[in-house]
């Protein structure tokens, strides 16, 4: 796109030193999604793709005072719509990724930069399964504050560490067997890393994942994505985020994960946000709907 920079290369983010919470930096963001989640399930709609109980709560007690966590969208206009269509079809396939592995016998599942995700409270899983999820202390620290008195419905563990930091020893420390298969969710992430961290996290699900073990994650096309944080609708969403994506997104060229993957050895198959909404009766339209339609779903198996 002409005028368009290649290559965002973030201000804050991965680059910053130090964490964050769910108000501040990355924090913000997972705070938009959980607001989107929120959005889609109180929308006066037949067909709501995901209805997360738990993410109205975990939002109010963040920040109620942000346009987008109280959903109002004439703070974010048409970004926002096509944000919370894009987290309502992105979350509906990704569980069903997750429950699908879990239907072929894994129990362990671990969420990188797991956010204000609330899987292990709402989805249906076997008896036996453990969630590992990690973030920064903060952000894990909230969930406990609001959901505390909710029993999951797995065995839920918190590793809070930073994935800047050694987050596989903390992970084995907190009873992760990586003899055992597991199934990676890595959503929302990879856009925030820089390429040799996400070369890094890769290569780390690899060494960590016996036979057996699944991959489900979201791959943003790196051309799209700078299209993307420069549209006028995404810019103008920020105010009401709490957050500048195109101060935290990083879209320095590097292998796209789905190839990685193949040179590891994983089965993979890869489908577009686009063509799964399709799927499910949800189309993504307008200027910023069309470009999160090419949003990779990639899903692996090992």
Not at 160 to 181: E, I, K, N, T
Request: net charge negative; proline share 8%.
């Amino acid at each position: 796109m002409s005028g368009v920079p290649h290559g965002n290369v973030p201000a804050g983010g991965n680059s910053v030193p130090g964490g964050w919470d769910v108000t501040r930096s990355v924090g913000a963001t997972a705070l938009a999604v959980a607001a989107a989640r929120a959005a889609e399930a109180e929308a006066e709609r037949p067909d709501p793709l995901v209805v997360d109980p738990y993410a109205r709560a975990l939002v109010d007690a963040a920040a109620p005072g942000l346009p987008l966590a109280r959903g109002a969208d004439d703070d974010g206009g048409v970004g926002w719509r096509a944000l919370v269509d894009m987290m309502a079809i992105r979350t509906r396939v990704l569980d069903a990724a997750l429950l699908a592995a879990a239907a072929d016998g894994v129990r362990q599942v671990v969420v990188p930069a797991a956010g204000l995700d609330a899987r292990p409270y709402r989805l249906a899983w076997p008896d036996g399964t453990s969630v590992y999820e990690i973030d920064q202390p903060e952000v894990l620290a909230h969930k406990q504050r609001v959901l505390g008195a909710t029993a999951p419905r797995a065995r839920l563990v918190a590793v809070p560490c930073d994935l800047r930091d050694d987050w596989p020893g903390a992970l084995r420390g907190s009873g992760f067997d990586p003899g055992q298969p597991t199934a990676w969710l890595v959503e929302g992430l990879l856009a925030y890393l820089p390429p040799e961290a996400e070369a890094d996290l890769l290569a780390r699900v690899d060494e960590l994942s016996a036979p057996g073990s699944r991959v489900a994650l979201e791959a943003v096309d790196l051309a799209v994505a700078d299209e993307y944080l420069h549209t006028d609708e995404v810019r103008a969403m920020a105010p009401a985020m709490g957050s500048d994506l195109a101060q935290l997104w990083d879209t320095r060229r590097r292998p796209a994960p789905a190839s990685v993957l193949r040179a590891a050895g994983w089965d993979v198959r890869e489908r577009t946000l686009g063509e799964l909404g399709a799927d499910l009766g949800r189309q993504l339209t307008g200027p910023v709907g069309t470009l999160v339609a090419h949003v990779l779903v990639v899903e692996a198996a090992r």
